[in-house]
T-cell receptor
Framework: KAGVTQTPRYLIKTRGQQVTLSCSPISGHRSVSWYQQTPGQGLQFLFEYFSETQRNKGNFPGRFSGRQFSNSRSEMNVSTLELGDSALYLCASSFNTPGGMSYEQYFGPGTRLTVT | GQQVMQIPQYQHVQEGEDFTTYCNSSTTLSNIQWYKQRPGGHPVFLIQ?????EVKKQKRLTFQFGEAKKNSSLHITATQTTDVGTYFC?????????????FGQGTILTVHP
């Protein structure tokens, strides 16, 4: 089985711009979660999508948004970029269930975003 | 407030020594997971513990889930240079997770040959 893929792998943007990151989950996985990883804050949950619906959201400002398509692929968008948004953005897919029981998550390689 | 505390933050060992990282929660968990992230890599799932007092082994790695399901540990016997990385515990803190895992701060393991 192919693993989780994320594009692009690296991105450099300037403050005020917006960015869209893409994630393709493992075939058969309907749950896609997004995380932000920084040296100072560690791994922080952004949001999760299951069958095109956002089921859970972390404590991030509204500038961070996402969506999921019918094929389970997901995108996340960050608008009005700030210097503090520089981070590794990780996508993880899981064979989660409608009931929400947590299964192991399979992470993609991440997108390294640098905001200048 | 902080729901999960993972200690130590750093651990330097000589190759062949043992290593243990601990994860402590202020609340009872339905399950706990462990991940490893190599330098420059992404987190990779190691194991999930579900039952109170559960112990699972993977070769040199031993994982334990506390009786009260509030703490967990990962023990590596006779470390090797391939064990280098950051080890995270993660769990569905806050009830039904719906795909949300809360990660500990991680323990960075360095192994000196």
């Amino acid at each position: 089985k192919a693993g989780v893929t994320q594009t692009p792998r690296y991105l450099i943007k300037t403050r005020g711009q917006q960015v869209t990151l893409s994630c393709s989950p493992i075939s058969g996985h309907r749950s896609v979660s997004w995380y932000q990883q920084t040296p100072g804050q560690g791994l922080q949950f952004l949001f999760e999508y299951f069958s095109e619906t956002q089921r859970n959201k972390g404590n991030f400002p509204g500038r961070f948004s996402g969506r999921q398509f019918s094929n389970s692929r997901s995108e996340m968008n960050v608008s009005t970029l700030e210097l503090g948004d520089s981070a590794l953005y990780l996508c993880a897919s899981s064979f989660n269930t409608p009931g929400g029981m947590s299964y192991e998550q399979y992470f993609g390689p991440g997108t390294r975003l640098t905001v200048t | 407030g902080q729901q999960v505390m993972q200690i130590p933050q750093y651990q330097h060992v000589q190759e062949g020594e043992d290593f243990t990282t601990y994860c402590n929660s202020s609340t009872t968990l339905s399950n706990i997971q462990w991940y490893k992230q190599r330098p420059g890599g992404h987190p990779v799932f190691l194991i999930q513990l579900v039952k109170s007092g559960e112990v699972k082994k993977q070769k040199r790695l031993t994982f334990q889930f506390g009786e009260a399901k509030k703490n967990s540990s990962l023990h590596i016997t006779a470390t090797q240079t391939t064990d280098v990385g950051t080890y995270f515990c993660a769990g569905p803190w806050g009830g039904t997770s719906y795909g949300k895992l809360t990660f500990g701060q991680g323990t960075i393991l360095t192994v000196h040959p």
